[in-house]
Each structure stands twice: as C-alpha cells, then as structure tokens.
C-alpha cells in the first residue's frame, strides 16, 4: 500500500504503469478476450497519421528539385526499396510487399517514438484532465469512461501487439508460399524440406512426418522470435524511462534532492538519446527480417 500523504511506492508506480486500460481483468498469462484497449486506440491513430504523411508525400511529389520532406520520404522509400530487391526476386510481389514493408517500418517507428513521451504526461491528463485547460483538474477521461486511470501509450511494449504484427508476416508468408510455388509444390516442400526424401516407402514416411515436423517449429519459432525481439527492446526502454522518473521523484521528495534532480536530467536526457536509435534499430530489424521471411517464402528449399 502507498505511504499516507507521500505516494505510491516504486513497486506500486511500476506495476501501475505496467497495467493496461482493458475491457477486461486478465485471468490468465494468455487470455484472448482481454482487449487492451490503449494499445488499440493508439495503433490505430498512429497507424492513420502514418498512412496520411507518406499519401501527402505521394501526392506533393514532383519531378523538380524536391523540398525537404519529400527528399526525407523518398531516402526511406530508396531504401526499403534496395532492401526488397535484395531479397525478393520477384517484381510482381515487390509491388506489393516493398510498399508494406515501408509502412510497417514507419508505423513501428512511431509506435517506439511513443516511449520518449515522459512516462507519466499522458496517463496525468487521461486520469485528471488537461492543465490549465480543466478548471477543477480532477475529472479526467477515464472518469468520462468509467474506467481506471491506467493508459499505456506505447504499442509495441504490448507483447499482443508484437505478435499481432508477426502473426500478419507468417499469414503473408503463407499466403505467397502457396501463390508462388502452388498448394501442391508447397504441400511437397513441406515433407521433404530439410532433410529430403526417399524412394524407400517407410523411410520416406519417417522423412516427410520429421520434415513436417522441422518445417512447423521453423514457422513458429520465426513467428514469436519476431515479435518477441521488438517486445524485449521495447519494454526493457519503457522500464528504464520508469526507473528515470522515479529518480526524479524521489529528488523532489528528499532535502538533498538538487543533485538527484541534476542527476535524473542527465539520465533522462542520456537514455533518450540513445533510445533515438534504438526505436530506429528495433523498426529496421523488424521490417528486414519481414522481408528476409517473405523472401524465404519465394524461395524454393
């Protein structure tokens, strides 16, 4: 319990910021009719902002010398489209795939950018309202809901997000399995991939169920390894900007609290800097090893 008067204590302000605004209490570690609602909300508006700069970059575009944000948006575009030639072979399926793989980088980039916010500035104004803006400062959306005043604001700490995206790259990858190699040449590849085959009827039975069986643990290890990546950084970044702020506020209660404030302005600004990169990283990475899986997918074993 929080110490009267004070606060909550770092176990109680973590695992509040931990806690997501859902439809529902989570009874178990994998419950699927627990929504969480904020990670929702929040791709999806980031995901409409995204989709309208890059058909605002597309329709300002001309053939003369380009401003500065259209040089921005086609240096990302050149890029995931060297990445994509590099990778998949296929013009036809570029079309498509090259496009997706841009928005997903760009999306994911945003969803990461969410967690330079300062960790308590948008969960304050959900639970109590704008400053300044709300007279009484105590009625927050959350009361205008009827919900608690928990809000998370950065998708991809979400493991269902995460996996939500990756699951999306095993259906693509599926989806161009059968598209390019045809259901029957698929079916084969997937008994006599890796290890081959045999003209001897019982070892070919024993190769095609192991054959099988490697090709359905390489699906589902690809699958989680790829959004567990981008879950890992990302809520590992979202708990280091937590224990920040908890050094400020514990500056601002102690008597020597000037140099703990001195120092949680070099920390935060220190980790911010480099997680910059790191938000920038974690997009890439996960966009090349999309395109890497749906290269794969062209690709006969």
């Known amino acids: 319990m929080a ?10 302000y973590i695992r509040h910021h931990l806690a997501h605004l859902s439809n529902k209490k989570q009874e178990s ?18 995901g409409i902002l995204v989709c309208f700069v890059l058909w605002l970059a597309a329709r300002k575009s001309h053939a003369g010398v380009p401003g500065r944000f259209q040089a921005a948006v086609e240096i990302l575009v050149e890029m995931v489209d060297t990445q994509a030639k590099g990778l998949i072979h296929n013009a036809t399926s570029r079309k498509l795939i090259a496009p997706m793989a841009l928005t ?30 709300n007279d009484h400062n105590d009625v927050g959306l959350h ?51 890796p290890f081959g085959t045999s003209r001897n009827p019982l070892w070919a039975l024993i190769l095609g169920v192991i054959n099988f069986m490697m090709q359905m643990i390489e699906f589902i290890a ?23 702020a908890l050094l400020g506020g514990y500056a601002a209660l102690s008597l020597g609290g000037g140099l703990m404030f001195i120092g949680h302005l070099i920390a935060g600004t220190v980790w911010a800097i480099f997680h910059i990169l790191v938000i920038t990283l974690q997009a890439f990475i996960f966009m090349m090893l999309a395109l890497i899986y749906l290269g794969q997918a062209h690709d006969a074993h």
């Open 222 to 244: 690809k699958t989680v390894s790829h959004g567990m990546r981008l879950f890992g950084n990302m809520f590992a970044g979202e708990l280091v900007f937590m224990l920040v």
């Open 29 to 46: 570690i994998v419950d699927f009719s627990v929504i969480n609602i904020d990670s929702v909300v929040v791709n999806i508006i980031l």
């Open 104 to 133: 997903v980088f760009c999306w994911i980039f945003m969803m990461n950018f969410m967690d330079l916010i300062p960790v308590d500035l948008i969960p304050f104004i959900w639970a109590h309202g704008i400053p300044f803006v």
């Open 3 to 12: 110490t009267e008067g004070i606060g909550p204590t770092p176990g109680e």
């Open 143 to 193: 009361a205008v809901f009827g919900a608690k005043d928990y809000m998370r604001v950065v998708p991809t700490a979400d493991l269902s997000t995460t996996l939500g995206l990756s699951v999306s790259v095993l259906l693509l990858c599926l989806f161009y399995n059968i598209k390019i190699k045809g259901l029957g040449g698929w079916a084969h590849e997937l008994v006599s991939a």
